[in-house]
């Protein structure tokens, strides 16, 4: 397995992966959010590659990676021409969203142009699109000159990886795999993903670092929620975005959550658990203590109490503890408010997919 450690590749280096892309090969790279499996999203077996090296469901929908053009000296950039290839409908709400927040860890779903390929798109008429904001997936992307189709470098339905030694630890038998190393992801979780395939309305459909409250005070543009609309489109069943299944970002070790105040209370409902357990606990609460449980080992690992921080750590910290043999990961419940919807999302799928069995959970 190639991989180049240094944190800024070479121009040498990205210009090989340019070429593993056109000829139809899969390259790991960095993002700000999480690393992703690229391939060519014209490409349809360099797709199929994708969904074979991540035991992933073809049905599941992959997002589509773009370069953010160079403004040079324009005011500003030319979406348009960009996206043109990709995307049918482009309103004027989605070039505000574009404009204020591409690149970054915004994705938009949009109706599909005839030209995508179906294998992207799970079958469906949109399709997913972003701009990320990580200088070397930006060269990769320009230097590409195509989109790049990237969902997270890991086996379906685990922890996203967040280093280059993650993804070397999920496909460590792909020998031939390109790793382009850009260290440590800053965000540390996935996009947001808003649905703007209606031209009605813009959708929440995954919550993310940017929220329908930033959304909002920056474009003026009203993010709703699912529930919040009554939608005549047909209910096929499909999962219409990446990270939508009810099982996924999950580590092997069971995963629960614990409310506010409640962790010994948490210990007690799993009797059947006597040995180790590791006790996440915010940086601003005090030690918890040993008092009442003395059958259960248990060790406290601080998280951050600012969400943003959070996010940044919560793929490493999961990935950690699941290699350190604990019997039960416990988490604390993130606190109410937008700008922690996204790593209480992630979190409520990982405690449901957790556990030895969780790989077939995250495939029901």
Known sequence: MSSDSSSLQSSAVINKAVQTLRDGGLVAFPTETVYGLGADAKNPDAIKQIFTAKGRPSNHPLIVHLAAPDKFDQVQVD??????????????????????????????????????????????????????????????????????????????????????????????????????????????????????????HAVLLRPGLITPGEIFSKTGIKVYLPGELNSTKPDDGLPRVSGSLRAHYAPTTPLRMYASGRVLDALSEFPDIKSRVAVAVWDSDSSLGHDGHPSVHFEEVIVPSDSAAFASRLYRSLRDLDQQGWDLILFPEPPAGEEWDGVRDRLQRACFGSGPSSSSHANS
Request: hydrophobic share 45%; charged share 25%.
């Open 79 to 200: 979406w348009v021409a960009v996206l043109a290839p990709w995307v049918r409908d482009l309103s004027e709400d989605a070039l505000k969203l574009i404009n204020a927040f591409w690149p970054g860890p915004l994705t938009l779903v949009f109706k599909k142009d005839k030209s995508v390929l179906t294998e992207l798109t799970g079958g469906q008429e949109t399709v997913a699109i972003r701009a990320p904001a990580h200088p070397i997936a930006q060269e990769l992307l320009r230097k590409f000159k195509g989109g790049v189709v990237a969902p997270s470098a890991n086996r379906f339905g685990k922890v996203s990886p967040t280093s280059a030694a993650d993804v070397r630890s999920e496909f460590a038998g792909m020998l031939d795999l390109m790793i382009l190393d850009g260290g440590d992801c800053e965000v540390g979780i996935e996009s947001t993903i808003i649905d703007l395939s209606s031209g009605d």
